[in-house]
């Protein structure tokens, strides 16, 4: 009688196994995630209200990079819950779950807003017109981010503005580059070098307006871009002469045209 007591008791208990089960909720075994870190409620979204409540405390790491994705290990997220032995009763586990991060494109007018912004600030006029910026595109972890500048540098070989960007909230996104096309001009007159004449105009008492080692100026403009960078003169000119200047950034070697008033002008 007692043995079959004790039979009965046991066959509740493994029936009871296999209702409980039956009736576990099993994790989603690929997820898109929008918050820096992933929790386990992330991956229970159809479970009841109760469940979703304690498994949100739950927290399983870091969320992958915007346009990323994160492979996890069953094994994982079981030791993780080893403390948590009631939700683990309640949640069946797949051996490998993948997480993405939920991305949103990053909007062209943004870019073109955050260049004409730096720009100004410099006290730079600009006005980037949609043709003239070049951008593969890029995407952040939420809609329509802020945007700034980190690095802009003049390419002169390649003839664009060079310009890395990325999310004033730096969590949302990574950096990216983006270009401006600069459309190419002839100097005055139509050739590569404007050579001396006697009548070219000079500085007071015949002197040349710019002298090889004076620190000047050099206004950049193009394609609707307008920059200014200190250079250091590497020969003297007159006006409407074409002399070479070290860009005292990068130095580069650049062509620039004297003007009357004394300023270097070079056009993209």
Known sequence: MRGSVLMFAAGCLVLASLREARSAVRLQSEIEVRD?????????????????????????????????????????????????????????????????????????????????????????????????????????????????VEEMRIDQARQILAVRLRCRQRELCGSFLAAVEVTAAPPA?????????????????????????????????????RLTIAVTCLQAGFAGQQVRVMDTTHHRVLMAEVHADGSLVARF
């Open 36 to 148: 820096e870190v992933m929790r386990l409620s992330d991956f229970l979204p159809g479970a009841e209200a109760a469940l979703r409540e304690r498994s949100h405390r739950i927290e399983l790491g870091k969320s992958p990079l915007p346009g990323s994705m994160r492979i996890l290990q069953g094994a994982q997220i079981a030791a993780r819950l080893a403390v948590e032995s009631e939700i683990l009763r309640q949640i069946e586990i797949p051996e490998r779950l993948t997480v993405r991060r939920a991305t949103f494109p990053i909007a062209r007018e943004r870019v073109r807003m955050a260049i004409e912004e730096t720009l100004r600030a410099g006290g730079k006029e600009a006005k980037l017109q949609d043709q003239d910026l070049r951008w593969s595109g890029g995407v952040a972890s939420e809609e329509d981010p802020a945007l700034q």
């Open 189 to 225: 007159g139509g050739r590569g070098r404007v050579e001396p004449r006697a009548e070219r105009e000079t500085g007071a008492g015949g002197r040349p307006l710019t002298r090889a080692g004076q620190a000047s100026m050099l206004i950049l403009s193009g394609g609707g871009v």
